[in-house]
């Protein structure tokens, strides 16, 4: 059985794959805590039409006529942002350990989240088939 064909698996599946990215994206931030200028980035919250599929891929604006449009994009297809903080340190560094940890915590929770849904999901089917052939 394809689960990817199921819009609840294929949703589950999406949503996990963001939260892996931006585990990625976070461990980044805090591996460059002490680089002089850096911003630190996020990932753009999904929507939930983002979860369904529903909606089109936003391009980078163009300045000219000869510029390439192109998708703001990270490695798995999502829309990276940088985040905005309050107060630089004198390097020019933006990144907020505290808040940069806080983020990695609530990304872990949602995962776990995810992958709880994911196995409670397929024990419920697991447990259809089982009585269909039972």
Known sequence: MDFGSI?????????????????????QNVANADTP???????????????LGGSARPTLATTHT???AGAARGAGGFAVVRVKTAEPTPSGNRVSLEQEMMKVGETATYH??????????????RAALGRMSG
């Open 37 to 51: 200028g850096y911003v630190p980035q996020d990932l753009k919250q999904q929507s939930f039409r983002d979860l």
């Open 66 to 68: 000869r510029h390439l």
């Open 112 to 125: 776990h989240l995810m992958t709880s849904l994911y196995r409670r999901h397929l024990g419920m089917i």
């Open 7 to 27: 819009p609840l698996f294929r949703a589950m599946a999406k949503r996990m794959s963001w939260l892996g990215e931006r585990q990625q994206v976070l461990a």
